[in-house]
T-cell receptor
């Protein structure tokens, strides 16, 4: 597609439920990132993939959070036993290493997660 | 880890005037400093970036300056226009090839007064 696509755009769930958020990066982008943005804050790094492997998952807050990218394209962020503090906008981004402007992140519109 | 502080949190300027947003970072190894613009309800978009081997970079009405000794960098917008109204985020990263783990500031809400 033309840009980074994220689904769902909005997700309301109850405390304790399991949630999956999907990201479809720009075609050909090898690097994929998940960030979390709380209201009034800057994006907070969660995890970064280079290809299929997680190159850096140091931003995942705890073991309830997990992300996969099995074929090096689409990624899924999985949150188990959701808590109210998980409520935020989850942003996915991709980038193309070796491009004319290395380092530019292309963000999706985000998935707004609300945990009741 | 890296810590990025951004000031001011809100800024209002008359249309046509200049706006300056400042950021400081803590990790002297950081070498890549992008600025992202986020309009209400929209995705962040890169507007300008600078690497540590450069002290200043300009792109039309937007410029960024970097002082590695003091570990601070600034965004300058001249001749502001209503469409410049948005939240601006600075960020810092240790990277030779691109973004790996950007640390963002808390954002500056810029309002341009017509």
């Amino acid at each position: 597609g033309a840009g980074v696509s994220q689904t769902p755009s909005n997700k309301v769930t109850e405390k304790g439920k399991y949630v999956e958020l999907r990201c479809d990066p720009i075609s050909g982008h090898t690097a994929l990132y998940w960030y979390r943005q709380s209201l009034g804050q800057g994006p907070e790094f969660l995890i970064y993939f280079q290809g299929t492997g997680a190159a850096d998952d140091s931003g995942l807050p705890n073991d309830r959070f997990f992300a996969v990218r099995p074929e090096g394209s689409v990624s899924t962020l999985k949150i188990q036993r959701t808590e109210r503090g998980d409520s935020a906008v989850y942003l996915c981004a991709s980038s193309l290493w070796g491009s004319t402007r290395p380092g530019e992140l292309f963000f999706g519109e985000g998935s707004r997660l609300t945990v009741l | 880890g890296e810590n990025v502080e951004q000031h001011p949190s809100t800024l209002s300027v008359q249309e046509g005037d200049s706006a300056v947003i400042k950021c400081t970072y803590s990790d002297s190894a950081s070498n890549y400093f992008p600025w992202y613009k986020q309009e209400l309800g929209k995705r962040p978009q890169l507007i300008i970036d600078i690497r540590s081997n450069v002290g200043e970079k300009k792109d039309q009405r937007i410029a960024v300056t970097l002082n590695k000794t003091a570990k601070h960098f600034s965004l300058h917008i001249t001749e502001t226009q209503p469409e410049d109204s948005a939240v601006y985020f600075c960020a810092a990263d240790i990277s030779n090839f691109g973004n790996e783990k950007l640390t963002f500031g808390t954002g500056t809400r810029l309002t341009i007064i017509p």
